[in-house]
Every structure is written in structure tokens, then in C-alpha cells.
């Protein structure tokens, strides 16, 4: 999170933010708004856009207006240039995320189909992970609390498929003694927290003759 103060004005901006509206996430999705969106990780006119993405100012303009509109982009200050006020933006993030819940019919169930062995499965979780984490974020956002997470992320390289298969194995094993040591049903005032654990191939470019890994289901 970065935090500026222009004038008597502290604005914020996110390292990573959810989109979960679907008309905001159409916009984003716009080559040119999504250029616009990054050229504003910094404050900038539409004029000093301008001259940076090629396009005439009353046009950038119009489509800083639709970015504005869904909470994309914000002010940052005006400043006076003669008989005209430059407006100063900035996104609100450096990076987004759009959450399932802006394609909310269609959006992946992990109850539907449950496959420890499925990448099409992982995919589900994944999609809940940013949907809840997303909703989370926000709320707390809202109630300006921070929100009680943690991750890992970290790679390994294994000699076989049976090695990966084993570690797997042991996986499991390691993390259902930990829920059962520290799982209370019946604690009061606790809180259910979401476990979830992945290993995939990389998807960085492989050596020549490895295989990129088992096919997806």
C-alpha cells in the first residue's frame, strides 16, 4: 500500500485490489483503459496521458470518466492552468484481481465436483479463494481493519512422479494432524478459517525433453 499526501490530501493506493462488479470489470478490461490504468500507478493529467498512449486528451478524457465511475481511478488534486483546472489522477491499485463474483452465474462451485487429482479443480478453488479473500479484503477495506491471513508459496523440484506422489501423501498427512490438533468445534466465540493447499507444475518454460507435467483433467 502506498500512501501520498497532496496538499492537505492523503490518498491511497493498493498493491492489489478485487474488481467484483461486472460493469467495473468490463471496463477494465478495455486495452486501452487497462494502459490507462497502468500509466496511472502514478498521478497523471489527461493531457500528460496524452501524449504517452497517442490518443487526443478529450479522449482519454472520456475514458478516464468510465475508470472514475467504477472506482478504478481517483483524484489526486486540480491544479490551475489560466482559464482551465487539470484534474490529476491516479489509480487505486498497481494491480487487479477480477473476483468470480463478477460472473456470478457462472462462477466455479469446488462442491461440484471434487477431485484432489484435477487441475480443473484447483481452478474451483483458486476462483473461491479470490472470490472470499476478495470479499474479505474489501470489508475490511470498508471497516478499516486488516484482515487475518497467511500464506506460503514456494517451489520444489521433484526426481520422479513417485517422489511428487509421496510428497503428496505426506502433505495430506502433515495437515490433518494439524487440523485435528487445533480444530475446537465447539469453542466460543471462535472462527472458521478456509484451508487451502496446492502444488502444481511451474508454468515457467521447461528444460527440453521434460514433460510440462501430468495432462490436465
Not at 460493469?23 to 494502459?35: I, Y
Not at 473476483?99 to 461440484?112: E, G, H, K
Not at 502433505?171 to 469453542?187: P, Q
Amino acid at each position: 500500500m502506498t500512501k501520498d499526501i497532496v496538499g492537505d490530501t492523503v490518498t491511497v493506493m493498493y498493491d492489489v485490489t478485487v474488481i467484483e462488479d461486472p460493469a467495473a470489470a468490463e471496463v477494465s478490461l478495455d486495452p486501452m483503459r487497462a494502459r490507462l490504468l497502468a500509466e496511472l500507478s502514478e498521478p497523471r493529467s489527461a493531457t500528460m496521458l496524452a501524449a504517452r498512449v497517442g490518443l487526443p486528451r478529450q479522449k482519454v478524457n472520456y475514458h478516464l470518466r468510465a475508470l472514475e465511475r467504477h472506482g478504478l481511478v481517483e483524484l489526486v488534486e486540480e491544479r490551475r492552468k489560466g482559464n482551465v483546472t487539470e484534474r490529476v489522477m491516479r489509480a487505486t491499485a498497481a494491480s487487479y484481481v477480477i473476483s468470480p463474483l463478477a460472473l456470478a452465474p457462472v462462477q466455479p462451485d469446488p462442491a461440484r465436483s471434487p477431485d484432489q487429482l484435477s487441475a480443473r479443480w484447483l481452478l474451483a478453488l483458486a476462483g473461491r479463494l479470490v472470490r472470499d479473500v476478495g470479499a474479505l479484503v474489501t470489508g475490511a477495506a470498508a471497516a478499516r481493519k486488516p484482515v487475518a491471513t497467511f500464506a506460503l508459496d514456494g517451489e520444489v523440484r521433484f526426481a520422479s512422479a513417485a517422489d511428487r506422489a509421496a510428497f503428496a501423501k505426506e502433505l495430506a498427512g502433515a495437515v490433518a494432524a494439524l487440523v485435528s490438533k487445533y480444530h475446537d468445534e465447539g469453542a466460543a466465540g471462535g472462527r472458521d478459517h478456509r484451508l487451502v493447499v496446492a502444488v502444481h507444475p511451474s508454468a515457467g518454460p521447461e528444460p527440453a525433453g521434460r514433460d510440462a507435467g501430468d495432462p490436465a483433467s
